[in-house]
C-alpha cells in the first residue's frame, strides 16, 4: 500500500515551458486535491476533485490545469511556466471530501528559471 | 475569509520540557480541524481530526484540544525525534457557503525543534 505518489521528485523548467505533474492513490479515496507550498506562505490550495469526474478550482489556479484521468489518479498541467510557479507541489486525497482527513504525497520541487 | 493563525513560529524546546502550540482561527462552520506534522523534504503527515469544541484527542506524546476559537497540541516530555514543523488547518462547514464549503486552510505552522 503506496498511499499517494509523486511523480516526479524534482523538475527544473526554463520560462514557457509546459509540464503535468501526477499524482496517483491507491486507497480507493473519491477526493484528490492539488496544493502549492511556498516559504511564509502555508499550503494553498489550486485545483481539487470531489470525486471522479469534477473539477474545481482552489485559492490559485491561475496558470494551471487539471485532469481527473480515473478514480486513481489526479495530474496537474502547467501549460507555460513562470518563475511565479516556482514551489514545492504536494497532491493528496480524501476518503471523502467533508470531513475526512487528507494523505499528502510527498511532494514534487519545481523550479522555473 | 477564514483565517488559521499559529503560534509561535519556531519553538526550541530541551528534551523533556513540555509545552504547547497554538492555533487560533475563524471560520464559517467549522467543520473539522486537522493536525499535521511535517518533516524537512516530505509531505504533510496527518496526526489529529478534532470536530467540536470540548473534544481532545491523544497520539503518543502528543494531545490535541479544541475550543470555540482555538486548538492547542500539547507535548509531553519531547523527544528529539518530535522535532518538526506542526500544522494546523480548519475545514469550512457547510454554512460556509459559496467557494469556501469544505476548503481546508492551513496556517504558517510552528517549527518544533527539541534538543536532547
Known amino acids: 500500500n503506496a498511499g499517494v505518489t509523486q511523480t516526479p521528485k524534482f523538475q527544473v523548467l526554463k520560462t514557457g515551458q509546459s509540464m503535468t505533474l501526477q499524482c496517483a492513490q491507491d486507497?480507493?479515496?473519491?477526493?484528490m486535491y492539488w496544493y502549492r507550498q511556498d516559504p511564509g506562505m502555508g499550503l494553498r490550495l489550486i485545483y481539487y476533485?470531489?470525486?471522479?469526474?469534477?473539477?474545481d478550482k482552489g485559492e490559485v489556479p491561475n496558470g494551471y490545469n487539471v485532469s481527473r484521468l480515473n478514480k486513481r489518479e489526479f495530474s496537474l498541467r502547467l501549460e507555460s511556466a513562470a518563475p511565479s510557479q516556482t514551489s514545492v507541489y504536494f497532491c493528496?486525497?480524501?476518503?471523502?471530501?467533508?470531513?475526512?482527513?487528507?494523505?499528502f504525497g510527498p511532494g514534487t520541487r519545481l523550479t522555473v528559471l | 475569509e477564514d483565517q488559521v493563525t499559529q503560534s509561535p513560529e519556531a519553538l526550541r524546546l530541551q528534551e523533556g520540557e513540555s509545552s504547547s502550540l497554538n492555533c487560533s482561527y475563524t471560520?464559517?462552520?467549522?467543520?473539522?480541524l486537522f493536525w499535521y506534522r511535517q518533516d524537512p523534504g516530505k509531505g504533510p503527515e496527518f496526526l489529529f481530526t478534532?470536530?467540536?469544541a470540548g473534544e481532545e484527542k491523544e497520539k503518543e506524546r502528543l494531545k490535541a484540544t479544541l475550543t470555540k476559537k482555538e486548538s492547542f497540541l500539547h507535548i509531553t516530555a519531547p523527544k528529539p525525534e518530535d522535532s518538526a514543523t506542526y500544522l494546523c488547518?480548519?475545514?469550512?462547514?457547510?454554512?460556509?457557503?459559496?467557494?469556501?464549503?469544505?476548503?481546508?486552510?492551513f496556517g504558517q505552522g510552528t517549527i518544533l525543534t527539541v534538543h536532547p
Open positions: 486507497m480507493n479515496h473519491n477526493s
Open positions: 493528496a486525497s480524501s476518503e471523502l471530501y467533508l470531513g475526512n482527513e487528507q494523505f
Open positions: 471560520v464559517s462552520g467549522l467543520r473539522g
Open positions: 488547518a480548519v475545514q469550512a462547514g457547510a454554512n460556509a457557503g459559496g467557494t469556501s464549503y469544505g476548503k481546508l486552510t
Open positions: 478534532l470536530y467540536s
Open positions: 476533485s470531489a470525486s471522479e469526474g469534477t473539477t
